[in-house]
């Protein structure tokens, strides 16, 4: 009971920080998730971090709220799914609600956009070493499919700009005939 | 009765914002400007820039601004509700499916071709963070002149902060924040 308590505890209160440094949008949560719940807590693999990335992006609304809602269910059913999602919306709803009431000084505030500009490059930074970390271990299952899907996958939404929906759907057909091709070899005719 | 109808307006914007944050932003618009009026376009590009300085989702900013300037502390709460409501129990039902059913091997083999596009997503939107963070603007209008030197060096500095050290990133991004402020407003200004 106590180890419950301690784990949903620790769901809240990681879900809470990372939702506390997501400026610029959704990947940078998932950075940071890929951070905390891979490699530091140990709470998920990394191919489950990356499927449950996949999901969030297929289903609709916020991708911080659908991978807090995953994540949250597998460490403790729906219960986790609330918590996580508490700690995920909470700081931000407090912040905007505050800020709505007096929104023009914020806006007009010059140390407020000289912060937020220079923050990019930390985040970007964030960025970049999970992708690097994530790139060495798609070259190293070898296949040749793969990495070329993902330097496809990569040109098509960074230059051909190519909606990040339509490129999980044509790998997710990719997939699906993969293991049609897979199974035919294996059944002798 | 207002409450209820931004309660039904943002079930709407959860529903259907598929594709992340930015999705969310038409949505809303047509929502609360143009269907039910009660803010003026401009009013709601005021909330576009307040939900993007701010931490946290976009959809989930804008859902408590809204919720804040038309009906209280009541307003965010039945917004926020509304905006998660849907995506709460789509994600809940994809997560249950996936833990049922990933360790099979077919769908072991769909998973795997999902997984380079991921990367890919992530790797794209870093390169837009970044463009934004050294010239402020996008890939295609950068240019030379506008290489903004401090981001550059911030951006260099936290890689090698991560990847040499394993920095704790949300260290990174509000150290980059704070350094970079310092040096815009001591040295550069």
Not at chain 1, 107 to 136: C, E, P, S
Not at chain 1, 140 to 162: Q, S
Request: hydrophobic share 55%; net charge positive; with cysteine.
């Amino acid at each position: 009971m106590n180890e419950r308590r301690n784990k949903l505890w620790t769901l809240f209160k990681s879900m809470f920080m990372l939702s506390a440094c997501t400026f610029g949008g959704g990947f940078v949560i998932v950075s940071l998730m890929k951070k905390k719940y891979v490699e530091e807590l140990k709470w998920l693999e990394e191919d489950e971090m990356l499927d449950v990335t996949a999901i969030t992006q297929s289903a609709p609304g916020p991708l911080p709220v659908n991978a807090s809602v995953i994540i949250g269910y597998r460490m403790a059913g729906i219960v986790g799914s609330v918590v996580a999602v508490l700690g995920t919306i909470l700081l931000p709803m407090i912040i905007i609600s505050v800020i709505s009431l007096f929104y023009n000084q914020f806006r007009t505030n010059k140390y407020v956009a000289v912060a937020l500009q220079v923050m990019r490059a930390g985040v970007a930074a964030v960025i970049f070493d999970v992708v690097i970390n994530l790139a060495k271990n798609v070259c190293k299952t070898k296949r040749v499919l793969y990495i070329l899907m993902m330097i496809v996958a990569f040109i098509c939404t960074c230059l051909l700009k190519v909606s990040a929906m339509l490129v999980i759907i044509t790998c997710l057909i990719i997939g699906i005939t993969d293991l049609l091709l897979e199974t035919r070899k294996k059944t002798p005719h | 009765m207002i409450l209820l109808k931004l309660f039904f307006a943002f079930i709407q914007v959860g529903l259907f914002s598929v594709g992340g944050g930015y999705a969310a932003i038409p949505l809303i618009q047509d929502q609360i400007v143009n269907i039910h009026g009660l803010m003026t376009i401009e009013e709601f590009s005021d909330l576009i820039t307040v939900a993007e300085m701010t931490p946290g989702p976009i959809s989930i900013n804008s859902s408590t601004f809204v919720g804040m300037r038309l009906a209280g502390v009541g307003g965010v709460l039945l917004c926020t509700l509304g905006c998660i409501l849907p995506s709460f129990c789509i994600c809940l039902t994809l997560a249950h499916f996936y833990y049922k059913y990933r360790t099979v091997g077919g769908v072991q083999t769909v998973l795997a071709a999902l997984r380079p596009a991921v990367v890919a997503l992530i790797a794209s939107a870093g390169l837009s963070i970044l463009m934004l963070g050294l010239f402020q603007s996008d890939l295609f209008s950068a240019s030379i002149e506008n290489l903004r030197f401090v981001e550059l060096g911030l951006f260099a500095v936290s890689l090698v902060l991560l990847r040499k050290f394993k920095t704790n990133p949300i260290a990174i991004i509000l150290g980059s924040g704070v350094a970079g402020t310092l040096i815009y407003t001591l040295i550069v200004i």
